[in-house]
């Protein structure tokens, strides 16, 4: 209006009124447009800055925008995927017209049917907006998108969406330069310090919208982060929601060894929170809270090992002490059965007397054999080697396993040369054995077979025990050997069992293999082979450097 004005009365009316102006007014048409574009210029300054824009125009303006999002609205979607949108907006426009926009708008961005990421259906949400602004105006779309496709809770105190301006500055960064290049690769640099922490991350928006899921909450929880990144703290799968949600809303900053189930297995973790504050304080609340997830599973799992072992040990002494007391009645019992045997002619009596003789025998072995295991478990550290029979070994291994009536009932099927002998220390190859036997037991069904197999090979004694069980898993076969490292249930096994027969087993220059599945065609069972250097008696190195000559 100011530029017409300004024309019409330099230009226009000088020409109605006197006609010898017409060419002092061709001569200053120059200065009558710099004065008119002034003018224009000045006016639509001032009234810009002194006049508000309206909702109207705000919505027309934000449809319009590439990628559009309600920046302000940070809160999930109710509809949770495409087809829900096609549902929800079949009401105002029909199933075909609401089909064919859907369709339409994930084609352009590129979005595939089955997405159900929380950002990309903002971004669904906005696209369709714009979308139906060109069919219906900015108006009418705006209203009816609200109505059909809702946010759950609007805030317009919210921040920026931050996974939909990641994807805009990583989508425009070849076209970044100068300080905006430098405030990137910062940005990036920090950004990734957040990934790769080995806390797990977890940033929450001022609506408790997930901002930031980082890769070692990843492993920990098995959840990828796009598949959370923008849902509500409370939309998460147990036991995850109850544990964060409920720290969140709590007053401490610091929660220990927090413990819950996960797939069956006990696991714990230590949370730390920090409030991500403001930095101008009156300009409005805190930006969000970020939350630290550390897992302790493995630490609370040697402490229970640990603690575990002391008092397997305190139970080992006492079993010792135990043992030297009962064997004092056994000989008197064995002395009484022996004078029985020997001064009374009935021939009842004598074999009765074999019997309790026979069986005080049996339980001397059985407790000599827990005395010499606890006195193996001490800190001695030198052992004195020596020829040791492995069958010898093999049965005391059985005897001593068999004693547990609880287990399972297992048949123990043993094929060992008598002559298979090896130096080191027999309690220590005792206890080897015994490890290995528990292991096998517990992983078989009842009424199968353990099978032992002892035989020589040149000047190496190989030992195997394969059970009939289920076998390892792929997965674990590398970590079996760790401290502490079971697959059992809490309080049934303490992981070290494994670890001590490697350790002793090297200890004895010996190597173990661990062989599964034992049976490959049904796919069940393990192997485990133990060698060690044999010891060659005099009669059979005279034989075997016989069969060498003949074989030369």
């Not at 004005?5 to 009316?13: I, K």
């Not at 426009?93 to 990309?120: F, S, W």
């Not at 714990?268 to 809270?289: C, R």
């Not at 049934?492 to 010996?510: A, K, M, Q, R, Y």
Request: proline share 3%; hydrophobic share 40%.
């Amino acid at each position: 209006l100011a530029g017409v004005s300004l024309w019409f009365l330099f230009l226009m009316l000088p020409l109605t009124t006197e006609p010898a102006m017409v060419s002092s007014v061709q001569l200053n048409w120059a200065g009558v447009a710099a004065l008119s574009l002034l003018a224009n210029s000045m006016l639509f300054v001032l009234v810009s800055v002194f006049t508000s824009t309206s909702i109207e125009e705000k919505n027309s303006a934000e449809v319009c925008a590439i990628n559009s999002s309600r920046r302000l609205r940070q809160s999930g979607l109710l509809a949770k995927s495409p087809s829900e949108f096609i549902s929800r907006l079949s009401k105002p426009l029909g199933i075909k017209a609401a089909n064919r926009e859907v369709t339409q708008a994930l084609k352009e961005l590129n979005i595939a049917e089955d997405e159900k990421r929380p950002h990309a259906l903002r971004m669904l949400r906005g696209r369709l907006e714009a979308n139906l602004s060109g069919l219906l105006g900015p108006n009418i779309a705006h209203e009816m998108v609200n109505n059909f496709l809702p946010y759950r809770v609007v805030s317009e105190r919210g921040i920026a969406d931050v996974n939909l301006i990641e994807n805009r500055i990583e989508a425009y960064q070849r076209n970044l330069s100068g300080m905006a290049a430098d405030l990137d690769n910062i940005r990036r640099y920090h950004r990734q310090i957040l990934l790769d922490l080995p806390l797990g991350v977890c940033s929450l928006g001022v609506d408790n919208e997930i901002a930031v899921w980082n890769y070692t909450l990843e492993r920990l929880t098995g959840i990828a982060a796009r598949d959370v990144l923008g849902l509500q703290l409370t939309e998460l799968p147990e036991p995850w929601q109850s544990l964060m949600y409920n720290f969140v809303k709590g007053s401490s900053g610091h929660l220990y060894k927090q413990t819950f189930q996960l797939q069956g297995n006990k696991r714990a973790v230590n949370l730390h929170k920090a409030v991500i504050e403001n930095a101008d304080t009156q300009s409005g609340p805190h930006y969000g809270v970020t939350i630290l997830l550390e897992d302790m599973t493995e630490t609370e799992l040697l402490e229970e090992g640990l603690t575990h072992s002391e008092r397997l040990a305190s139970i080992g002494r006492l079993a010792a002490g135990v043992a030297h007391e009962i064997g004092n009645p056994i000989t008197g019992i064995a002395c009484l059965a022996q004078n029985i045997r020997d001064e009374y002619s009935d021939r009842e009596l004598r074999a009765m007397a074999e019997q309790i003789i026979e069986q005080t025998n049996r339980t001397s072995r059985i407790v000599q054999s827990l005395v010499n295991f606890a006195h193996a478990g001490t800190n001695k550290t030198h052992y004195e080697s020596e020829p040791v029979c492995v069958r010898d070994c093999i049965d005391e291994a059985i005897t001593l396993v068999s004693l547990d009536k609880k287990g399972r009932s297992i048949n123990y099927v043993v094929e060992c040369e008598p002559d298979c002998k090896i130096l080191g220390d027999t309690q220590r190859l005792l206890q080897v054995l015994l490890n290995l036997i528990s292991n096998a037991r517990d992983a078989s069904q009842p009424e199968s077979s353990i099978h032992f197999a002892c035989r020589r090979n040149l000047d190496l004694v190989e030992i195997t025990v394969t059970d009939e069980g289920i076998g390892i898993a792929p997965a674990i076969r590398d970590r079996i050997f760790d401290p502490f490292f079971t697959t059992k249930e809490a309080g049934e096994g303490t992981g070290l069992g494994l670890s001590l027969v490697f350790s002793i087993v090297e200890d004895l220059n010996g190597s173990i293999d661990i062989i599964s599945p034992a049976d490959t065609l049904r796919g069940v069972g393990t192997r485990v082979v133990l060698s060690f250097s044999g010891i060659i008696e005099k009669n059979n190195l005279r034989d075997q450097e016989d069969n060498l000559s003949i074989t030369g």
